[in-house]
């Protein structure tokens, strides 16, 4: 493992704490706008436009990183995000706040993409996956431990701002100062029809849509809705870890089992669990700062491996030569979902009260539970020997999620060889055309 990983080590630090300066940003806009009075409706706005910022990402940064490479386009995008983070401490406005928050997600989308594309690109089909799994337990183990600093100093105050601020900014220092660093080029991501993807296997891209207005509602209105229950920052930051920690644990183990099991089983029982966990958020008795923390735990157990399997399903009906536009577009349609769900949970809350987070997340389970039924009813599942492998992952609203998946290097090698081949029979079949210009020109 430590060969796999050695010639990443800058980059993966890099990564690291890129991934602890956002984790803790995102929760601290959330918990500040509640300070700030701001309304539920621009408090969603602005955590809303992060993921619009994201989606952005995937059609102008690659394009843009082809032109200056990797190593300045990562420093470019952490400086400017490290000087919008402290914009928000200077210009406490929902209407500045919305417009920072999407240059952050534009930046992060930059980021992420710079250092998945590297991963991707610098490693083999041999140690493809264990670079994966490591780099995903990085970004995850960041986040989570991002949620302990809340309590570090007041939310009201700068301080968090700054911190966020110099965690982006010393990420910088790993990739500019490492010797021998050398960067890959960047290949532009293809999309594939959301209609054409939606009609081939509705239950999949519902999987992924569900997944992305869950994760989007969780990442930004869950610390709001602690804070509304009555509970303080230091209960925010705990049920936060347990979120993150239960996703974590949950990922490998469910994954496994959806490769010897049907996965539209699986995704009938996420969304059934997903269901009774946010039942239990309404039962006024769980809401204390003992329990609520556990209940995190469970939810993001049930809810973050509902994208990775859904995707994992689709991929089981797919040509290799679709898979890499496929991914394309499950990662821009779960980022059309985590783009919503912000805006939609924070006006459920606004008319109902904190609850309401919780209740729009178990309706949208309704048509999912429903649909794998139907699915599991009318069609036979694939045999184990069908199915293609489960690959470790959780979407961050960024189209370098599809070039990290080992199947999709199978795709472009084999694309790649059919493209040889094709290349040698023209040049053999040119090659007998010239031997018989000159066979005729002798006779």
């Given at each position: 493992?430590?060969?796999?990983?050695?010639?990443?080590?800058?980059?993966?630090?890099?990564?690291?704490?890129?991934?602890?300066?956002?984790?803790?940003q995102g929760t601290l806009l959330g918990l500040r706008a509640e300070m700030e009075s701001f309304e539920l409706t621009s408090t969603g706005f602005i955590l809303s436009s992060y993921f619009l910022g994201?989606?952005?990402?995937?059609?102008?940064?690659?394009?843009?990183?082809?032109?200056?490479?990797?190593?300045?386009?990562?420093?470019?995008?952490?400086?400017?995000?490290?000087?919008?983070?402290?914009?928000?401490?200077?210009?406490?406005?929902?209407?500045?706040?919305?417009?920072?928050?999407?240059?952050?997600?534009?930046?992060?989308?930059?980021?992420?993409?710079?250092?998945?594309?590297?991963?991707?690109?610098?490693?083999?089909?041999?140690?493809?996956?264990?670079?994966?799994?490591?780099?995903?337990?990085?970004?995850?183990?960041?986040?989570?431990?991002?949620?302990?600093?809340?309590?570090?100093?007041?939310?009201?105050?700068?301080?968090?701002?700054?911190?966020?601020?110099?965690?982006?900014?010393?990420?910088?220092?790993?990739?500019?100062?490492?010797?021998?660093?050398?960067?890959?080029?960047?290949?532009?991501?293809?999309?594939?029809?959301?209609?054409?993807?939606?009609?081939?296997?509705?239950?999949?891209?519902?999987?992924?849509?569900?997944?992305?207005?869950?994760?989007?509602?969780?990442?930004?209105?869950?610390?709001?809705?602690?804070?509304?229950?009555?509970?303080?920052?230091?209960?925010?930051?705990?049920?936060?870890?347990?979120?993150?920690?239960?996703?974590?644990?949950?990922?490998?183990?469910?994954?496994?089992?959806?490769?010897?099991?049907?996965?539209?089983?699986?995704?009938?029982?996420?969304?059934?669990?997903?269901?009774?966990?946010?039942?239990?958020?309404?039962?006024?008795?769980?809401?204390?700062?003992?329990?609520?923390?556990?209940?995190?735990?469970?939810?993001?157990?049930?809810?973050?491996?509902?994208?990775?399997?859904?995707?994992?399903?689709?991929?089981?009906?797919?040509?290799?030569?679709?898979?890499?536009?496929?991914?394309?577009?499950?990662?821009?349609?779960?980022?059309?979902?985590?783009?919503?769900?912000?805006?939609?949970?924070?006006?459920?809350?606004?008319?109902?009260?904190?609850?309401?987070?919780?209740?729009?997340?178990?309706?949208?389970?309704?048509?999912?539970?429903?649909?794998?039924?139907?699915?599991?009813?009318?069609?036979?599942?694939?045999?184990?020997?069908?199915?293609?492998?489960?690959?470790?992952?959780?979407?961050?609203?960024?189209?370098?999620?599809?070039?990290?998946?080992?199947?999709?290097?199978?795709?472009?090698?084999?694309?790649?060889?059919?493209?040889?081949?094709?290349?040698?029979?023209?040049?053999?079949?040119?090659e007998a055309l010239d031997d018989d210009d000159t066979i005729r020109m002798t006779d």
């Amino acid at each position: 493992m430590s060969r796999a990983i050695s010639p990443f080590i800058a980059l993966l630090a890099s990564i690291w704490l890129i991934n602890l300066g956002g984790g803790l940003q995102g929760t601290l806009l959330g918990l500040r706008a509640e300070m700030e009075s701001f309304e539920l409706t621009s408090t969603g706005f602005i955590l809303s436009s992060y993921f619009l910022g994201y989606i952005v990402s995937f059609f102008v940064i690659p394009s843009f990183i082809n032109s200056v490479g990797h190593i300045r386009s990562f420093a470019a995008f952490a400086s400017l995000s490290s000087a919008a983070t402290l914009l928000h401490a200077v210009f406490v406005d929902p209407y500045v706040w919305f417009c920072l928050r999407l240059l952050t997600g534009l930046c992060f989308g930059g980021l992420i993409l710079v250092g998945e594309s590297w991963l991707n690109a610098s490693s083999g089909n041999d140690n493809r996956g264990t670079v994966f799994s490591i780099y995903m337990l990085i970004v995850l183990s960041a986040s989570a431990i991002s949620q302990i600093l809340i309590n570090l100093t007041s939310v009201s105050g700068y301080n968090l701002f700054v911190l966020v601020s110099v965690a982006l900014s010393v990420a910088l220092l790993p990739l500019t100062l490492g010797k021998k660093i050398v960067a890959p080029e960047i290949q532009e991501s293809a999309t594939m029809a959301f209609g054409k993807l939606a009609k081939r296997f509705p239950l999949g891209m519902l999987g992924i849509a569900v997944s992305g207005l869950v994760s989007g509602a969780l990442w930004t209105m869950l610390a709001v809705y602690v804070l509304r229950i009555g509970l303080d920052t230091s209960d925010v930051s705990q049920v936060m870890f347990f979120l993150m920690v239960g996703g974590m644990i949950s990922l490998w183990p469910i994954g496994k089992l959806s490769d010897r099991i049907d996965r539209r089983k699986i995704i009938l029982g996420l969304g059934l669990g997903t269901s009774l966990v946010c039942t239990l958020f309404l039962i006024p008795a769980f809401l204390n700062a003992d329990t609520i923390k556990y209940l995190a735990a469970l939810l993001g157990f049930m809810a973050f491996p509902l994208y990775a399997i859904s995707s994992s399903h689709i991929s089981d009906y797919l040509e290799q030569d679709e898979f890499v536009p496929a991914c394309g577009s499950m990662v821009l349609f779960y980022g059309v979902g985590a783009l919503i769900s912000p805006l939609v949970s924070a006006q459920a809350m606004q008319i109902i009260g904190p609850q309401g987070l919780f209740m729009f997340m178990f309706i949208i389970q309704i048509p999912l539970i429903v649909l794998a039924a139907i699915r599991i009813f009318k069609k036979e599942a694939l045999s184990s020997e069908e199915k293609t492998d489960f690959v470790f992952e959780m979407p961050k609203v960024t189209p370098s999620v599809s070039p990290l998946d080992p199947r999709n290097q199978e795709a472009e090698e084999l694309a790649d060889e059919a493209q040889r081949e094709m290349e040698e029979r023209e040049i053999a079949d040119q090659e007998a055309l010239d031997d018989d210009d000159t066979i005729r020109m002798t006779d």
